[in-house]
């Protein structure tokens, strides 16, 4: 296998794309968001032959971070942060790119975080949490453009409103208990004061992910586990509170949307980490409605569900590992389905891309566990590649059938990726979700030997030149494994992650703390544990070369994090390299800061993969 030619990462960093369709009142013009001049930006295109050529209607250095049309398409409230610190601030957009934009401040109170939530029905108000009275807690909010913010109701808890009823009286709002368990709310915005109806009162743990009225403000559509392992599509009827699932699978439902006439309903399907749509008409209901699927769609992640406003047209955002991604459209009638935009892919050809193969491979406790393996060309049962065990964040997360430029960049490059989706990933069922909770945690790391192992036992890498590569609670599992298992690894990548449990649950964002508890340990409680686990106690045991990247204003895991194991790892005299950018938070995303990190990123593995 010849790998000598130079690969240029700048190209694979160029790799543009588009995200957050949002329709204007005539859905003849799409609005997105897309990253073409380094940060998140929106856009518009014309939906009719897919010739048009996108404009440009926001011009800021910092990126937008999410676009939500009214319900009549024709303002577009818009939300920023600062330096990725995730507080992110409201805006509106009006006019078009022919006639001229105007942008008037909503809501611009940095020190705060707030969470849109939903537009009145009528567009004249929205509705947002905020944790502005308390750090730790989100309270609810109404207001309309132009007006004040008004409290509506508050709580010792994390609230995010979800919906609006159409006779404008009720907010439909979730309570976070933990990541893992939540509530439905129905508050009476004609009872000042009052305190909102429980629709979901329930056993052990629940999630709802997603929920809307219907027309008539009856019944609720919504995704939960409510009583089984997978996140459903089910119909919950507010006069008897009878929660009704109206479909069965072993697989979770997401991105749930409601035509804005409320006979169609779509949702996403996700299937071991790649995504099948399916849209139903609800006019016939109670009586089983007819399910179509949309098919023609390579393998990869559909989402962003959004209807036209006739409800005759679905857009979405898609992409996979061959695909960066863009708006697609898709028309009930003719079961046409194309795509509206056409992201630069950095000059390189798609046809290069790889698409992962997936596997399962065995851990310590018999379990197979679900990874997508990438090869070289010309890899096949290759025992010599270099090979980078690729670990996700969350703990919740999935390694998916997504576009990741970086990965795709290393498999050109001549390396071999394997990301798995060890014990506490998402998508395969609550019960896995929790077997790394607390006392399990380590478990999961077990998962990244065993993955290592099966990889040598295949044959397909050379045991001495594997690297564990991760961010976020990836960032700990590379830290982990790098003490744990400090055999098995060539070097390590550990980007914004977590070296000390106490400190992270100490200094992340008071509202996290609340929510995260119950996943990692109480730091009172579970002191000695998450002591005993902490990577920053263990680093005498790390062999590897160690790569640390941070974000200085990362609101998730405080950039102390890397200093602590910076400063530990140096005083030992153990090769670390350290890249920190004061403008990022919870990961790398302007553009000019990846063309400083990611090369640097790849001359670090090869001096430490490809030497040998």
Not at 412 to 441: F, I, Q, W
Not at 453 to 462: A, I, K, R
């Amino acid at each position: 296998m010849d790998t000598s030619a130079k690969i240029d990462f700048a190209a694979y960093l160029n790799v543009k794309n588009a995200l957050s369709p949002a329709f204007r009142a005539d859905g003849q013009e799409l609005l997105f968001l897309s990253d073409i001049t380094g940060t998140h930006q929106i856009w518009s295109v014309k939906t009719g032959d897919g010739s048009s050529w996108p404009d440009q209607l926001t011009f800021y250095d910092e990126r937008v971070t999410g676009l939500h049309a009214d319900p009549a398409g024709e303002r577009f409230l818009f939300s920023r942060d600062r330096g990725g610190d995730e507080q992110d601030q409201f805006y509106l957009l009006e006019g078009t790119a022919a006639e001229g934009v105007s942008i008037t401040t909503l809501l611009e109170t940095p020190e705060y975080k707030n969470n849109f939530g939903a537009w009145r029905k009528d567009g004249g108000a929205f509705c947002f949490s905020s944790n502005r009275r308390h750090p730790a807690f989100f309270d609810v909010f109404t207001q309309e453009p132009g007006g004040e913010p008004v409290l509506v109701y508050e709580a010792s808890a994390s609230l995010y409103p979800l919906d609006w009823s159409h006779d404008g009286r009720y907010l439909l709002i979730t309570r976070a208990n933990t990541n893992m368990d939540s509530d439905l709310l129905l508050l009476d915005l004609y009872a000042p004061g009052a305190a909102p109806r429980h629709l979901t009162p329930h056993p052990g743990q629940a999630r709802y992910e997603a929920a809307v009225f219907s027309p008539d403000d009856t019944t609720l559509y919504l995704l939960t586990d409510q009583g089984r392992d997978f996140i459903g599509l089910a119909r919950l009827d507010l006069g008897s509170g009878e929660l009704t699932f109206l479909n069965e699978t072993s697989w979770d439902a997401e991105s749930l949307s409601l035509s804005p006439d409320g006979t169609r309903l779509a949702y996403v399907l996700n299937e071991e980490g790649y995504t099948r749509i399916f849209w139903r008409d609800l006019s016939n209901e109670p009586a089983q409605p007819h399910e179509r699927e949309i098919g023609g769609l390579p393998r990869g992640t559909a989402a962003e569900l959004v209807w036209s406003p006739d409800g005759t047209r679905l857009a979405f955002s898609f992409h996979g590992p061959t695909h960066n991604a863009n708006i697609w459209l898709y028309t009930l009638a003719t079961g046409d389905l194309r795509q509206v935009t056409f992201s630069a892919p950095g000059g390189l050809s798609p046809q290069s891309f790889v698409m992962p193969e997936l596997i399962h491979y065995p851990t310590f406790d018999g379990r197979q566990i679900p990874a997508l393996q990438f090869l070289p060309a010309g890899a096949k049962g290759d025992a010599s590649i270099p090979f980078i065990v690729f670990v996700h964040g969350g703990p919740e997360g999935q390694t998916r059938f997504i576009w990741n430029g970086i990965i795709q960049y290393f498999v050109r490059a001549g390396y071999g990726v394997l990301a798995p989706n060890v014990r506490g990933s998402s998508g395969y069922g609550k019960h896995y979700l929790s077997l790394d909770d607390v006392r399990k945690r380590m478990d999961s790391v077990a998962d990244l030997k065993a993955a290592a192992e099966w990889l040598t036992g295949q044959g397909v890498c050379d045991p001495r030149r594997i690297a564990v590569y991760g961010g976020s609670y990836g960032g700990f599992m590379v830290l982990s494994a790098l003490t744990i298992y400090p055999d098995l690894w060539a070097a390590g990548v550990d980007i914004v992650g977590i070296a000390n449990l106490i400190t992270f649950l100490e200094n992340t964002s008071a509202y996290r703390r609340k929510l995260r508890t119950p996943e990692y340990g109480d730091p009172d409680t579970d002191r000695d544990f998450l002591i005993e686990i902490s990577p920053i106690h263990k680093i005498d045991r790390i062999q590897a070369p160690l790569l640390v990247i941070h974000g200085a204003r990362d609101p998730r895991v405080p950039v102390g994090e890397a200093e602590q194991m910076v400063a530990a790892l140096t005083a030992r005299h153990h090769p670390v390299e350290y890249h920190v950018f004061e403008d990022e938070g919870h990961g790398i995303t302007k553009l000019k800061n990846k063309l400083v990190v990611y090369p640097a990123v790849a001359r670090f593995l090869d001096q430490h993969l490809k030497t040998l």
